[in-house]
């Protein structure tokens, strides 16, 4: 999963309840997900990889590809994640 570690203090994962979110950035998830696969893709991210940041892999990949990936995913929400956090801080 792919989210800001800061925010794991006001959304425990086992407590991050689709209302809960609603109410803190008064918009449903499903939009808030449609905006960040845009702002992944505005700061450079290839769609391939927003699409894995996003659950999107295809379920047929295989495990070398899966984990070049996992990598590529790695490097490119390092680089946009201080962005992101410092929108909803």
Known sequence: MYFP?????EFP???AHPDT???KFAVKPKY????NYNFLIERGVPESVADFIQGRAPL???SMHYLARA???DTW???VADELFE???
Not at 32 to 35: E, G, Y
């Open 13 to 15: 994962l086992n407590r």
């Open 60 to 62: 047929s990949i295989g």
């Open 87 to 89: 929108l909803f801080s």
């Open 32 to 35: 808030l997900r449609k905006w």
């Open 5 to 9: 570690s800061a925010f794991t203090d």
């Open 21 to 23: 979110i609603t109410k």
């Open 77 to 79: 929400y390092s680089r």
């Open 71 to 73: 990598k590529q995913a």
